[in-house]
């Protein structure tokens, strides 16, 4: 089976700093592009970035460009997304996605559980 | 950016019903186009990917068409379980952008 398991959310003031986690198990992780993805509250689903196989090609969505950075260490099957000067507006339950088949195209399968982030002071 | 634009965003319907979500592309996508099914406190699931392919282990009811700007994703004979909210996503190019939702109530 394959899995995807998202850590790291919580309660954050405007302008701090967390790092989100995504363990994968169950596929071979080094194989496959992976995305974050994001919904806020009352919103739509937000694509926010990904990360190819190897890390070498990166794209953030705009909102988050210079902010948040994806990366990946495939040695522990993980997925990060270190998100910067968080605004109230990044509140948010935050996914992570396997992009099928490899390369920018895909579509998304599976997506973990999600983890919550909440901007407040 | 692509503009994912869906209808309707909300949809009361019966068991048993014949259901269809539509997704209009603000330019041409080819058939770079998969549907999500999104139920409370669950992962979204893919359902339907490239326009049409079934994802494996997606019930046959679900069946999705289109090509170009306009889509559709059809429930043939609701289920209880499909009361759920449903995204449509565009993965042409960057930055990948999603449908509004249509949420699928009971009647």
């Known amino acids: 089976q394959v899995y995807l398991v998202e850590s790291g959310g919580g309660l954050v003031k405007p302008g701090g700093s967390l790092r989100l986690s995504c363990e994968a198990s169950g596929f071979i992780f080094s194989d496959y592009y992976m995305s974050w993805i994001r919904q806020a509250p009352g919103k739509g689903l937000e694509w926010l970035s990904h990360?190819?196989?190897?890390?070498?090609?990166?794209s953030h969505a705009d909102s988050v460009k210079g902010r948040f950075t994806i990366s990946r260490d495939n040695a522990k099957n993980s997925l990060y997304l270190q998100m910067n000067n968080l605004r109230a507006e990044d509140t948010a339950v935050y996914y992570c996605?396997?992009?099928?088949?490899?390369?920018?195209?895909?579509?998304?399968?599976?997506w973990g559980q999600g983890t919550l982030v909440t901007v407040s002071s | 950016d692509i503009q994912m634009t869906q209808s309707p965003s909300s949809l009361s319907a019966s068991v048993g019903d014949r259901v269809t979500i539509t997704c209009r592309a603000s330019q041409n996508i080819i058939s770079f186009l998969n549907w999500y099914q999104h139920r409370p406190g669950e992962a979204p699931k893919l359902l339907i990917y490239a326009a049409s392919s079934l994802q494996s282990g997606v019930p046959s009811r679900f069946s999705g068409s289109g090509s170009g700007t306009d889509f559709t994703l059809t429930i043939s004979s609701l289920q209880p379980e499909d009361f759920a909210v449903y995204h449509c996503q565009q993965s042409y190019s960057l930055p990948h952008t999603f449908g509004q939702g249509t949420k699928l109530e009971i009647q």
């Open positions: 996605a396997r992009a099928v088949p490899a390369g920018k195209r895909g579509w998304f399968d599976p």
């Open positions: 990360i190819s196989n190897s890390g070498s090609v990166i």
